[in-house]
């Protein structure tokens, strides 16, 4: 029976960035997956590079810093050896400000751009984005930040890491669920599917919302609904800015796409999508651009996020010897794929991840 190095249950961003890692350096590397690699939450997301203490839980900034900062040449890399486009834009956010953030203590250290973020007014948001509606804003002079973030296609993102995982020589046993890590001694040694089994000397749980179904040890995740839609704008240049408001955030694509989102649900693996959702999302968004009033629909769907009970990814070793987790990003799993792939990857080999990792241990609810 062959056997690998390491068996990674999930072909998510994060299966995957973790996987072409390993296998960088050397190791024989299986990603077994429960569907198609990549067509699960990875797909499903908007590709946001959110790095701001307003939105990031204090605890994941650091990770979140470095792995924005990453992204570029993780983003080139993976256009170099695919041959495929990723769409990687760094036109900026401009981020409309509620009372939660207007009492967050970062926001004046943003006013000195330590956030790498400026206030914007209404007049500079005409100048910025002429087809945003700004009218009846309670504060017009200090409504809202642009921020120097970067958003990515997941879509182009995922089929690119797909390619490169397989031209560095990463196997795939995709359309048969993983359902149990095999245990030996107390240690793992591989795990079983619904029609076969794998052998490995180490396993890392990346199943995202699944995560938690897999026996013997307790992942806590669990899944969270998203649902979201996809206009095609009257012109490419319609938006340049990723916009988020109360109300929707609005993601524009290289190609004249542009993504309107995203509900935040407790509704299991349900993953049907609501037509008067998705009614209300398009409203949403044409009350911040009235111009997009005959924009068409080209698709709606919703995608499961993996929650944690704390709202922080869990990454690090189990109780179980050989035997890993490398989930529960929520809504950041586009975001933190590279440095996640950095860290574990020196966890599974017993390096110094770099990063203080102890609020992310998988052990942690056992501990509460």
């Known amino acids: 029976m062959k056997t690998w190095d390491i068996i990674i249950v999930g072909g998510g961003i994060i299966g995957l960035t973790l996987a072409m890692a390993l296998r960088k350096r050397g190791a024989a590397v299986l990603i077994v997956e429960r569907g198609e690699p990549g067509h699960e939450a990875s797909r499903a997301a908007g590709g946001m590079l959110v790095d701001c203490p307003l939105e990031t839980p204090s605890a994941l900034q650091e990770l979140a810093t470095a792995s924005a900062r990453m992204y570029p040449e993780f983003a ?80 182009g993102l995922t089929a690119a890491a797909v390619k490169t995982a397989k031209i560095r020589g ?3 046993s995709s359309g048969d669920a993983v359902e149990s890590v095999e245990v030996s001694s107390g240690r793992a040694t591989g795990v079983t599917t619904k029609k076969t089994s794998f052998r490995a000397a180490k396993v890392v749980n990346c199943a995202g919302a699944w995560a938690g179904q897999i026996p013997p040890r307790r992942i806590h995740t669990r899944p969270v609904k998203g649902q979201m839609l996809c206009l095609a704008m009257p012109s490419r240049e319609m938006l340049k800015h990723v916009i988020r408001s109360p109300r929707a955030y609005l993601i524009p694509r290289s190609d004249g796409r542009l993504l309107v989102g995203a509900t935040v649900e407790e509704a299991g693996f349900d993953k049907r999508t609501d037509p008067a959702t998705i009614q209300r999302q398009r409203k949403a968004a044409l009350e911040l651009v009235p111009k997009l009033a005959d924009a068409r629909i080209l698709e709606d769907w919703a995608g499961l996020r993996p929650g944690t009970p704390d709202a922080l990814p869990i990454l690090g070793a189990t109780g179980t010897a050989g035997y890993y987790a490398a989930t529960g990003h929520f809504r950041d799993g586009i975001l933190l794929a590279p440095i996640t792939a950095e ?12 990063f203080d990792l102890a609020a992310f241990s998988p052990a942690r609810f056992e501990m509460a």
């Open 76 to 155: 080139r890399e993976l256009e170099i050896e695919s041959g495929m486009k990723v769409d990687l834009r760094d036109q900026g956010t401009i981020l409309f400000l509620t009372k939660e953030h207007l009492t967050n203590e970062h926001l004046g250290h943003a006013a000195l751009g330590g956030l790498r973020a400026e206030f914007v007014s209404a007049a500079e948001i005409e100048k910025l984005e002429p087809a945003l509606r700004t009218a009846g804003l309670e504060n017009p002079e200090r409504c809202a930040l642009y921020l120097k973030e970067r958003s990515v296609d997941p879509r």
């Open 170 to 172: 990463v196997d795939f």
């Open 343 to 354: 860290v574990m990857a020196a966890v599974i080999e017993d390096r110094d991840p770099g």
